[in-house]
């Protein structure tokens, strides 16, 4: 809802919306938050409503007549009232088939994104090929880039690593690493294709609600916006040489783009993050920048980022074998998976992807100290032990899930508690339907559904959640 005017307006919601009032009777709701973004009351709120069991008993901040008194709960959380559990054998959505280049088959997937209509692309890399396939369907994937062999013609791909879907422009556009460029296909035919970049050593990618394309570029040191039919983007930060200025980047790996255009990168050589708001001619340092090292001030070679609704800065910090969460404005950050040195011991995480120090730590905002959430007990296959953790995503009830790629199965911890359950896999190493060879990536599909990319078994798995 929008209104120019004050007082009441109208608005309309959908059945099971949540309508809560800023304000008394007769009186008008303050505007201004200290983020400039939302309205006081809305600022406040989207600090508690993913807490569960919630209630604001200061009537002073937020009035009685505002919240009712039973839990608070977002669409996503009334589905999360408990634990999810999942089927423990998984549907194998794709690959399975053993090593090979046949349509039925993949060679080391990396990069899987799923869209809305419930089909699955998959950047297939020593296939040099991106594969789609229709999820809950009995038909072959097909082959919507590459699958030529390595090389560099229009129809062929060379190690393709990642892939952005723009669902404006029915279009997708993918790193093809060996070939050094960015490739846009348009309705998935591989005859009408376009290289945005060429002779570009990409770093990243990622793409805003626009469908502007943003794309790192390491060797120019320098981020640049892309859109449909631009011959030369749109430099929106770096582009002064490499250094380590406001105004300057080192090698920027990957890039995050949030709902206000702003936009965060893995400033890697310069051992920091940097936020660059749209129309900035300089950067913001928001995690790391005081040199490289372990401490809780400092990163060491930052690979991914993500920022999550609280903007809460989440980093791969691939040089100290840990995942780090910054908040905006801090000095310090806080530890969340790792952080006990290269190793494969259950505290320990191995680059990039903290795989070898096998624990994940919880820092709440302002804490001196951190909690260990997860692991922690060396490298071992006990439930309060990880061997060489790889993918990890949390839930909306703040429920972690940890790919422990050399147990062969995928874990779920609950902070608070000293061990963790096996919700998948688990079973030994192996390419049975109950079973996991390696896993590294996870994702969850809009119904809950559990995605893991089996790598070693060259194969993507479902595991359908119970209801």
């Given amino acids: 809802m929008e209104t120019s005017s004050r007082g009441m307006a109208p608005m309309s919601a959908t059945g099971g919306s949540l309508i809560a009032f800023a304000c008394a009777p007769g009186k008008t709701a303050a505007d201004a938050a200290s983020n400039g973004r939302n309205g006081l009351f809305t600022y406040h709120l989207l600090q508690h409503i993913m807490k569960p069991d919630f209630y604001q008993s200061n009537h002073s901040t937020i009035s009685a007549a505002t919240i009712p008194k039973y839990p608070i709960s977002t669409q996503f959380q009334i589905k999360q009232r408990h634990k999810n559990k999942f089927q423990q054998f998984a549907v194998t959505v794709a690959g399975g088939n053993g090593k090979g280049h046949e349509l039925n088959q993949l060679y080391y997937p990396e990069g899987i994104f799923i869209d809305k209509y419930q089909s699955i692309y998959i950047a297939d890399s ?17 082959i919507i880039a590459g699958g030529n062999g390595k090389g560099n013609q229009n129809n062929q791909l060379n190690y393709p ?20 460029r960015v490739i846009r296909y348009f309705d998935l035919n591989q005859t009408n294709q376009q290289t945005i970049i060429p002779n570009i050593n990409c770093g990243g990618l990622t793409i805003d609600k626009n469908g502007f394309i943003y794309v790192s570029d390491l060797g120019n040191h320098e981020v640049r916006r892309w859109k449909q039919g631009d011959e030369e983007g ?22 995050f783009i949030d709902e206000y255009y702003s936009l965060y990168i893995s400033d890697s050589w310069n051992h920091r993050i940097m936020k660059w708001e749209k129309g900035a001619k300089e ?10 090292g ?7 070679y930052p690979y991914g980022v993500i920022v999550d609704r609280l903007d809460q800065i989440y980093v791969v910090d691939y040089g100290n074998h ?30 990039p992807m903290d795989t070898s120090n096998h624990r994940v730590m919880k820092w709440k905002k302002d804490a001196k100290e951190g909690t260990v ?3 922690g007990n060396s490298q071992g296959e006990n439930l309060n032990q990880l061997s060489s953790p790889h993918g990890v995503i949390v839930d909306d009830l703040g429920q972690i899930y940890v790919a422990d790629c050399w147990n062969d199965r995928v874990m779920r911890w609950c902070e608070g508690k000293a061990e963790g359950e096996i919700v998948v896999g688990g079973n030994g190493e192996g390419n ?21 990319a089996d790598f070693s078994n060259h194969r993507i798995e479902k595991f359908e959640i119970i209801l």
């Avoid at 372990?294 to 060491?300: E, G, V, Y």
């Fill in 283 to 292: 950067g913001i340092v928001v995690a790391g920048g005081n040199g490289q």
């Fill in 126 to 142: 020593s296939n040099h090929r991106i594969v789609k396939r229709k999820l809950n369907s009995d038909t072959a994937g097909q």
């Fill in 234 to 255: 749109e430099l929106v930060a770096g582009g002064n040489g490499q250094g380590d200025d406001l105004n300057q980047l080192n090698n920027p790996r990957y890039i």
């Fill in 322 to 351: 840990r995942v780090m969460r910054w908040c905006e404005g801090k000095e310090e950050g806080e530890i969340v998976g790792g952080g006990n040195g290269q190793g494969n011991q259950s505290n320990q995480l191995h680059c």
């Fill in 294 to 300: 372990n401490t809780l001030k400092q990163l060491s």
């Fill in 432 to 452: 049975q339907s109950n079973q996991l060879n390696r896993p590294h990536g996870l994702s969850f599909d809009d119904e809950g559904n559990l995605y893991v």
């Fill in 373 to 375: 959430v997860a692991g």
């Fill in 161 to 180: 690593i990642d892939i952005v879907f723009d669902k404006q422009n029915n279009s997708f556009i993918a790193a093809d690493n060996g070939n050094k």
